[in-house]
């Protein structure tokens, strides 16, 4: 089988690799039909050293069951199934809860060396907890807004959720990438009467409008933070959804949310140290939330919306290209040439 692989910074490769097989009577393999590349996926893409590599790359995926484990329960094959970016049990306190990223048994793909979304073949562990039945056809014209449950819907959802925001309430929202973008079709999904997107890329923007930004906010650093505050009346927003992970974005963050509000970040951050403590957070009672989203807990809730097209985040992707083509997939979003690319297989 094929399967796209980072060897360090900047070079990723598709390649001939084992085809992925059942190891464990809980698991399902899954033929891949649809995946993409991730904006966090341009972290190890910057960073990664080869002492790292080579590591089999994606974590969101949607395909069909070819085969499952003597365990499994509510899958067979032939299912078309979407699968959340990490896999969970489902029975644990955790995931109980509805928190699956903290699964007792289960973690993320990038633990297991030898599978990835971007690739022709998948195992799956804890299936049953994991995948999700999609009632579609693999050539839908819905996959990629179904394939946006996998990954950057949940977590746009999962950063308005955690941040609280609710009818009435005022948003600003950092980072005009998928997760953010979803991040304002979520906030204003739960009602938020003002939406406030920081970004510079036009094309971006305006698709953060056409979900829901009342107002677009270009600048960055001091200046974004003043206009923000001019479009509130000097007061800051109550929540602010922070999805970009690096440092500055936190700042920003800090420097527009309101006293009493909360800041909910969902983007990975890329940095050691953040101002919370006494002299900033607690001296106006601000909140700090968030984290990797539990999206297997959002994927019930939110396909209905989906499948009956009353929201479109499949928007997001702007580009189809081949798995052959993943490498100039990742040069085309690390240059800002494309927002999210999905990958057929």
């Not at 910074?9 to 390649?15: I, K, L, M, N, S």
């Not at 199934?81 to 793909?109: H, I, K, M």
């Not at 996959?143 to 959720?161: E, I, W």
């Not at 990438?177 to 970004?199: D, F, T, W």
């Amino acid at each position: 089988m094929r399967a796209a692989l980072m060897y360090e910074a900047g070079d990723v490769r598709v390649e001939s690799v084992p085809d992925s097989v059942v190891k464990e009577p809980t698991d399902a393999l899954v033929r891949v039909t649809a995946s993409c590349i991730c904006g966090s996926d341009l972290h190890p893409y910057h960073s990664m050293t080869s002492e790292n590599g080579p590591a089999r790359m994606g974590h969101e995926f949607i395909g069909v069951v070819e085969e499952v484990g003597g365990n499994v329960t509510t899958l067979s094959k032939g299912d078309l199934v979407v699968a959340p970016f990490a896999f969970s049990d489902g029975t644990c306190s955790y995931c109980r809860e509805g928190l699956q990223t903290s699964c007792e048994n289960g973690t993320f793909w990038d633990a297991l060396p030898d599978e990835g979304g971007q690739s022709e073949l998948v195992r799956v562990p804890l299936a049953d907890g994991t995948l999700v039945k999609l009632p579609v056809a693999p050539d839908s014209a819905l996959m990629p807004s179904l394939l946006t449950l996998s990954d950057v819907y949940g977590t746009g959802y999962h950063a308005a959720v955690s941040g609280g925001v609710s009818a009435g309430k005022t948003v600003t929202v950092i980072g005009d990438g998928a997760v953010g973008l979803l991040a304002v079709l979520s906030a204003r999904q739960l009602g938020a009467e003002q939406i406030i997107l920081m970004g510079r890329h036009q094309s971006r923007t305006d698709l953060g409008r056409e979900y829901g930004a009342t107002d677009v906010v270009a600048e960055r650093g001091e200046e974004g933070v003043e206009k923000v505050r001019q479009l509130t009346g000097g007061q800051g927003t109550h929540v602010v959804l922070e999805a970009v992970g690096h440092m500055p974005a936190y700042e920003q963050a800090y420097g527009v949310v309101r006293r009493g509000g909360v800041i909910s970040r969902v983007g990975v951050p890329q940095y050691e140290e953040a101002p919370v403590g006494f002299g900033s957070l607690f001296a106006h009672n601000i909140t700090l939330t968030g984290g990797p989203a539990p999206v297997r807990a959002y994927i019930e809730q939110l396909l209905p919306a989906v499948l009956d097209g009353t929201v479109d985040p499949g928007r997001v992707f702007d580009r189809t290209i081949g798995l052959d083509d993943v490498p100039e997939g990742y040069r085309a979003m690390d240059e800002r040439k494309a927002l999210k690319i999905l990958v057929k297989p």
